[in-house]
């Protein structure tokens, strides 16, 4: 089971920008995909952006252009730039492992291809 440690969140004005870290530890990095999700308060959780291991990336509409996912397999580490952030991006950003090694086609939006999860990092833009 890999485990996975976020990093990164704050408080930050609209239009700023953040780095959040996921730091994986627990198995072989390189070979899984990875993925940021969110979850605001009273919604449900919500896709982001993920990268195979391939690094091959996908984004929610919602933040395409605005936030780049990437990955540095010497640090076991998987990063969300978050730009131009907006009110409606404050929520808790959750980083989560693929269950399946050398998987390159596309995730699920509902996150159910994912087995592992981090604890989660605040993100909180104000207006």
């Known amino acids: 089971q890999v485990r996975l440690i976020e990093s990164g969140g704050g408080l930050v004005q609209a239009g700023g920008s953040l780095r959040l870290s996921c730091a994986a530890s627990g198995r072989t990095f390189s070979v899984y995909g990875m993925g940021w999700f969110r979850q605001a308060p009273g919604k449900e959780r919500e896709y982001v952006a993920t990268?195979?291991?391939?690094?091959?990336?996908n984004y929610a509409d919602s933040v395409k252009g605005r936030f780049t996912i990437s990955r540095d397999n010497a640090k076991n580490t998987v990063y969300l730039q978050m730009n131009s952030l907006k009110p409606e991006d404050t929520a808790v950003y959750y980083c989560?492992?693929?269950?399946?090694?050398?998987?390159?086609?596309?995730?699920?939006?509902?996150?159910?291809?994912?087995?592992?999860w981090g604890q989660g990092t605040q993100v909180t833009v104000s207006s």
């Open positions: 989560a492992a693929d269950r399946r090694p050398y998987y390159s086609g596309s995730f699920s939006d509902d996150g159910g291809d994912f087995g592992s």
């Open positions: 990268i195979t291991w391939t690094n091959r990336e």
